[in-house]
């Protein structure tokens, strides 16, 4: 095998132990790394694995990277909670994107999810530094993200909790949980988490139960993950599961909606249609719009934002369900 094979191929295995190893403060100890690379595919020994973190940890590149908790045996390893892999090609316009996600996530991803990708973040920040034009306004003075509607703060979730969970989730374990105020820990079979902005909810069952239950997360106190697996998780479909719960997802019966925007209420769907499905008429007092739609709450909630300046003109029952909502507000502010 030529020479340039073998320093290719040990590179290779390099980045990948570098990509395997969890950040601070977990830690992974050299048998469970080459477990890892191993169901990734990567052959390689034990040995190979704690010579290269010891080569990777004296090097200049990558020494400030890498930490080694040597208080036990055997050896923790894992990335500075700080430090990252360097992006490759990094220009003007790669650093502008991730500084959007970043304004652009804050609002609506849980912090400790958001933090996953802070070193990236801060990447595209020392770009901006050292290509600042001197005297000239830097980029986020620029550039604004201003969230449309009214947003909730996402639920706190208690420190560690998130992690355990993606990691029960990943590789299909169950996991002993407190919730809420119980005393008692209860085991679940973790099967999919739903983001809904503010609240991350858990779909588990548990374990002497067969039906599903959604949990929020941030009401979790305490989770332990075990070695056991899940049971049946090819049986669970969480397309099913949403459009058959009672999580007001954008799941429900396909309907065709006909709406009367009144004045100029609807103007905005031209240029920022509803969906592909989508028909506008304008009318001499407003515009009339046709699309096809799924009966859901939010949808109902749309509908109702736009107070008096819209009227629900097909289906019936979907006129009636708004009409009801309107007539009890009105009651309630007749008192």
Known sequence: MPASASISNKTFRMLALLHALPRAPRKATSAELQEKLANDGHEISKRSVERYLEELSASHEF??????????????????????????????????????????????????????????????????????????????????????????????????????????????????????DNSE???????????????????????????????????LRKVRVLDDEVERAGDFDLDRYLRDSQMNLPYGESIEVVLNFKGRAGDHLYETPINASQSLQKLDDGTLLTAHLEHTQELVWWILGFGASVEVVEPHGLREEVADEVLRAQQLYKK
């Open 185 to 219: 820990s209860q085991r679940v079979h973790p099967y999919a988490l739903v983001d809904r902005g503010a609240v991350r909810y858990l779909v588990v069952r548990f374990w002497q139960y067969e039906d599903y239950r959604h949990l929020a997360l941030q009401r």
């Open 63 to 180: 020494g400030a990277m890498l930490r080694c908790d040597d208080a036990s045996q055997p050896y923790g390893w894992s990335i500075h909670s700080e430090r990252n892999l360097s992006i490759p090609g990094m220009d003007a316009q790669m650093a502008a994107t991730w500084d959007l996600v970043h304004r652009y996530l804050k609002p609506l991803m849980a912090k400790d999810a958001l933090e996953k990708l802070d070193p990236v973040f801060r990447e595209a920040r020392s770009w901006f530094e050292k290509h600042r034009p001197i005297g000239k306004r830097y980029w986020s003075d620029k550039v604004a993200y201003v969230p449309r509607g009214f947003a909730l703060q996402p639920a706190k979730v208690a420190p560690g909790i998130a992690d355990q969970v993606y990691d029960a989730l990943h590789r299909n374990r169950q996991m002993d949980i407190w919730y809420k």
